[in-house]
């Protein structure tokens, strides 16, 4: 099986920066991309193809990648950018994958 | 709006079987390939099946090869998934997504761009 690995929580001041780390074997070979879930609702596509933002996603998040490892990284974090996040990552023999999640949290 | 609506969770024992419905509106559901995910408080997000636009290709997690089967009828812009010989492993709230087919630099992938509100799934004896 393949294993997305991602730190348990992440805190962060209002207005700093978060950043949370997706490591896997290979994973710059793969698509990779972050999902925002806040309680009791659905994940959120907030990144896709390593870089790439949907419209109407905020542009303090980003993403980025080197090597085995993708990163998300929350500009400016606000109280309402608390939530889990998950990386995922898509190829033709995997299908996708889902990181462990990190959960967020605004101090 | 592009709405995905899930149905059709519920209790059932170990051993039997229950069907999903995900309804789609808001877009030309025949044009897009669909995914089921589940998510446990325990396990997080797991990917379960996905079909492509056409419905050629189906794929499945490993730890439902062989129980579940994925469908589509696009007439009704709806999705399905047949989950037979239930486990209390299968225990979740279960996600519909739409998948959108992305291109960079010439390859093709997929990623889920927008997913339903779930529908519960509780195997219990």
């Known amino acids: 099986s393949y294993d997305l690995t991602q730190p348990p929580s992440v805190s962060v001041s209002p207005g700093q920066t978060a950043t949370i780390a997706c490591s896997g074997d290979n994973l710059g070979d793969k698509y990779v991309c972050w999902f925002q879930q806040k309680p009791g609702q659905s994940p959120v596509l907030v990144i896709y193809?390593?870089?790439k933002r949907p419209s109407g996603i905020p542009d303090r998040f980003s993403g980025s990648y080197s090597g085995d490892t993708a990163t998300l990284t929350i500009s400016g974090t606000q109280a309402m950018d608390e939530a889990d996040y998950y990386c995922?990552?898509?190829?033709?023999?995997?299908?996708?994958?889902f990181g462990t999640g990190t959960k967020v949290t605004v101090l | 709006e592009v709405q995905l609506v899930e149905s059709g969770g519920g209790v059932v024992r170990p051993g039997g079987s229950l069907r999903l419905s995900c309804v789609a509106s808001?877009?030309?559901?025949?044009?897009?390939?669909m995914s089921w995910v589940r998510q446990t408080p325990g396990k997080g997000l797991e990917w379960v099946s996905g079909i492509t636009w056409s419905g050629e290709n189906r794929v499945y997690a490993d730890s439902v090869k062989g129980r579940f089967t994925i469908s589509r009828e696009d007439a009704k812009s709806s999705l399905y998934l047949q989950m037979t010989s239930l486990r209390a492993e299968d225990t979740a709230l279960y996600y519909c997504?739409?998948?959108?087919?992305?291109?960079?630099?010439?390859?093709?992938?997929?990623?889920?761009?927008?997913w339903g509100k779930g529908t519960t799934v509780t195997v219990s004896s």
């Open positions: 997504a739409r998948d959108v087919l992305g291109e960079f630099s010439g390859d093709y992938y997929n990623y889920m761009d927008v």
């Open positions: 808001g877009f030309t559901f025949g044009d897009f390939g």
């Open positions: 995922q990552a898509w190829d033709r023999r995997l299908s996708y994958v």
């Open positions: 193809e390593h870089t």
